[in-house]
């Protein structure tokens, strides 16, 4: 059973900085794609960025580019998103995901998904 918990949320000011973590467990994940999505209130949920557990090749939002990085620690089966610059507009529930073969963006393509960590950034 594949477990993947979300943590690292929280407050912070416009212009400041959070690191999430994504804590995977139950398989290998080397065949597996790993991708960050958030939902704000009243929104549909949202492709944020996405890597591959065995290249490390990765991909982004136009939103987020130039301001987060997605990196992963395969000793530690964990992966990261560093997001600096945050915007209020970044304000959302950020979920963790994880999906087999190739990076896509949509969130019907990911079978597995974290509780969901919340990041609020005030103006």
């Known amino acids: 059973q594949v477990q993947l918990v979300e943590s690292g949320g929280g407050l912070v000011q416009a212009g400041g900085s959070l690191r999430l973590s994504c804590a995977a467990s139950?398989?290998?994940?080397?065949?597996?794609?790993m991708g960050w999505f958030r939902q704000a209130p009243g929104k549909e949920r949202e492709f944020v960025a996405a890597?591959?557990?065995?290249?490390?090749?990765?991909y982004y939002a136009d939103s987020v580019k130039g301001r987060f990085t997605i990196s992963r620690d395969v000793a530690k089966n964990t992966v990261y998103l560093q997001m600096n610059s945050l915007k209020p507009e970044d304000t959302a529930v950020y979920y963790c995901?994880?999906?087999?073969?190739?990076?896509?963006?949509?969130?019907?393509?990911?079978?597995?998904w974290g509780q969901g960590t919340q990041v609020t950034v005030s103006s």
């Open positions: 139950g398989r290998t994940f080397s065949s597996y794609v």
């Open positions: 995901a994880a999906k087999r073969g190739a990076t896509r963006v949509g969130v019907k393509e990911y079978d597995y």
């Open positions: 890597i591959s557990w065995l290249g490390g090749s990765t």
